[in-house]
């Protein structure tokens, strides 16, 4: 029996690794104290910093703020490590191994924090005419990537990995890549143009004719995101927005509204002239039209067609959402319609006159007067006048 006591005090002791069953106990209850502190940390510090940071009017610090609950939520984690390291009797590779540990906790910590602060560092330019959103977001997304290189290289560098030779091969691979990746980079060089010629930003309406309609959701690396008119995502690479006519709608100064209206061939003059003055003078008065200082707005007769005499309309409004444009355009041809009818006049549609030919032989003594019937008479009958 006390062989077996023996046994068993040698397992406690021994444990994993020379590391008694006490110490992994204990180093247990360390780490979960530490969990336990990171969440009333989150909970409670970082609400308390939460509800300082509502009552100011800037909202960077907000932003700032909610970046960095994840990478302070490893703080407690990481002194729970660094306090188990101390209280394991810890030696040679394993003592190593837990001191490169800490030292990379702490540096993904740092850095880990570093990478989140861009975001809201970065928000705080786009309030300012430098920068425009898609520059920021593509200078945010470069400064992160730069964040998490240099993290990585310190940590893979406390572990004693050598960065030299690993970059030296990656040249190489990059090489051999480079071959095979000339559309990635194509669309990456073209993502820049993009961006550098400001030719469109995230929200804009753009239009490549006959192909694309949509709203600029995101400008990426290798791709743009539009969202179609109907809700359907698409990713168009970015060379073929960069080498193609875009029209970006979402930079225009005024949506216009050009017409030709028809009207029957029986509308006098006053009447013509009465219905493009009060169109006109409907379009001056309402507040849904904006005067264009390059283009003055008018209804005029324009045209005498072939089936109608047209008028033009020309006006301008400020630049709308398409369901506020329809019901601007909507109001405009009910007006239309209330005039031109008020006036006495009705819409003219293409119509085609037929013409009946006249098969019976013609007469050509109904067209002459009665003297030169007579003389062709006697020119045609010499014998009787003789007689």
Known sequence: ????????????????????????IVSLLIFVTGAITRAFFVGTVLKKLERLTDDTDSEIDDALLESLKKPL???????????????????????????????AMIAFTIFSALANSVAPVFRAFTTS???????????????????WVVGIGIIFDIFGIQIGPLVAGLGLFSVAVALGAQ????????GLLIIGENRFQPGDRIEVPGQIHGIVEDIGFRSTL??????????????DLSDVSVINHGNMLYRRISW????????????????????????KSNDQFIENPNQESFARTEELAASSIDLRVLCYSNPVGFTDFSKIKQ?????????????????????????????????????????????????????QSED
């Open 129 to 147: 005419t430098v920068l425009t959103e898609s520059m920021t977001k593509w200078l945010e997304r470069a400064a992160r990537l730069i964040i």
């Open 260 to 283: 030709t209206i028809n009207l029957t061939y029986s509308t006098t003059q006053e009447q013509l002239s009465m219905i493009c003055n009060q169109i006109s003078k409907y379009i």
């Open 331 to 383: 109001n405009l041809i009910f007006e239309i319609i209330k005039i031109v009818r008020t006036n006495g006049s009705e819409f003219a549609y293409p119509s085609r006159s037929v013409y009946i030919e006249n098969s019976d032989q013609l007469d050509a003594s109904k067209y002459l007067n009665d003297d030169l019937s007579e003389k062709i008479s006697e020119d045609t009958n010499p014998q």
């Open 226 to 239: 539009i969202r179609m008119f109907d809700t359907a995502p698409m990713l168009v690479p970015n060379k």
């Open 183 to 190: 559309d990635f980079f194509k669309n990456l060089i073209s």
């Open 73 to 103: 939520g490893y703080i407690p984690i990481t002194v729970a490590i660094y306090l188990i390291a101390i209280y394991l009797p810890l030696s040679g590779m394993a003592e190593l191994f837990a001191t490169n540990l800490i030292k």
């Open 1 to 24: 029996m006390d062989g077996l006591t023996e046994i068993a005090r040698n397992v406690w002791n021994q444990g994993l690794l020379g590391v008694g069953v006490t110490e992994i």
